[in-house]
């Protein structure tokens, strides 16, 4: 089994920054890429940012100067490192992990549970 926690959402103010953090535990036997989602009231997920271990990065042309992500350590972990936020960037925002399995033998993508970011005066 694997799990995927996010941590470090909460209530902003524009121009503000935020730093959101993600930990990928269990049957890894390898991480390919990590990524960050996020999904706004009334509209569809969509990708922030995303990082593989090859170093591969992209990201949203709306964050684009704005957001940085992080390598992925050897503890499995990736931040987003979010300044100049918007109320459009307001959303759950979800990790995601392309994980090799030790449990299964296969690769796939696994999912937090997200976490509310907030940008609002």
């Known amino acids: 089994q694997v799990h995927v926690v996010e941590s470090g959402g909460g209530l902003v103010q524009p121009g503000g920054s935020l730093r959101l953090s993600c930990a990928a535990s269990?049957?890894?036997?390898?991480?390919?890429?990590m990524g960050w989602y996020r999904q706004a009231p009334g509209k569809q997920r969509e990708l922030v940012a995303q990082?593989?271990?090859?170093?591969?990065?992209d990201y949203a042309d709306s964050v684009k100067g704005r957001f940085t992500i992080s390598p992925v350590t050897d503890q499995n972990t990736v931040a987003l490192q979010m300044n100049s936020l918007k109320p459009e960037d307001t959303a759950v925002y979800y990790c995601?992990?392309?994980?090799?399995?030790?449990?299964?033998?296969?690769?796939?993508?696994?999912w937090g549970q997200g976490t509310q970011v907030t940008v609002s005066s």
């Open positions: 990082i593989s271990n090859r170093g591969p990065i």
């Open positions: 269990g049957s890894i036997l390898g991480i390919y890429a």
């Open positions: 995601t992990a392309r994980v090799l399995s030790h449990t299964t033998s296969r690769v796939d993508d696994y």
